[in-house]
């Protein structure tokens, strides 16, 4: 069945470090995938997408890029905020199939931003 | 509106006993998920609606659990004989359509534990 497979964590980093967060996928198909985020205490909220293959979603300074040859849609970040302090995840839904759509989420990852 | 609401926050019940969850969806919202979510993983698919009707249930989803969305509004999550393993966050999500742009709105969710 369908999967997502993320790096994982918890990760730690300083501010202004560089993130990245591995995502891969298996999946039968051309699924759309996105980056929902936790913040402490919230419910998940999406933080990007992307829809078709070679697509960069991009929001509050991350981007992800769909890469279908590799199946990986890894979120990236150049200088990261003690605000950017979260659990991240990668999922997947085929909007063009079935009719739930649901999403299929990764394990997630956690990420702490020190000052 | 303000959002997918769910209510209670938190739930402690002792094993054996039912419990019951509302949420209520964004309101012109159509479609309307459940997920579980246990400890260091992420969200898994449990039912969904599309208006009133039930138009899937995964697996997970065993014959203790009931959902039901009579208006096509709020739902209910039942679980009823409660079990050890049934400790969890319960989501609930909330779109329009099901196209690639949909974006799934959740609440903050229900943790239930059991005792």
């Known amino acids: 069945g369908d999967s997502v497979t993320q790096m994982e964590g918890p990760v730690t980093l300083s501010e202004e470090a560089f993130l990245t967060i591995n995502c891969t996928y298996t999946a039968t198909g051309y699924p759309s995938l996105f980056w929902y985020v936790q913040y402490p205490g919230e419910g998940l909220q999406l933080l990007l997408k992307?829809?078709?293959?070679?697509d960069k979603g991009s929001n509050k300074g991350f981007e992800a890029t769909y890469r279908k040859e590799t199946t990986s849609f890894h979120l990236e970040k150049g200088s990261v905020q003690v605000s950017d302090s979260a659990v991240y995840f990668c999922a997947l839904s085929f909007p063009f199939s079935g009719s739930a759509r649901q999403l299929t989420f990764g394990s997630g990852t956690q990420l702490t931003v020190l000052p | 509106d303000t959002g997918v609401s769910q209510d209670p926050r938190h739930k402690i019940t002792k094993r054996g006993q039912n419990v019951t969850f509302r949420c209520d969806p964004i309101?012109?919202?159509?479609?309307l998920y459940w997920y579980r979510q246990t400890l260091g993983q992420g969200p898994e698919f449990l039912t969904y609606?599309?208006?009133?009707?039930?138009?899937?249930k995964s697996r997970l989803l065993s014959d203790r659990f009931s959902a039901e969305r009579p208006k096509g509004s709020f739902s209910t999550l039942e679980i009823q004989r409660t079990e050890q393993g049934d400790s969890a966050m319960y989501l609930c999500a909330s779109s329009t359509g099901g196209g690639p742009d949909t974006e799934a709105f959740f609440g903050q969710g229900t943790r239930l534990t059991v005792v």
């Open positions: 309101s012109e919202h159509n479609r």
């Open positions: 992307a829809t078709k293959a070679d």
């Open positions: 609606f599309q208006n009133e009707a039930q138009l899937e």
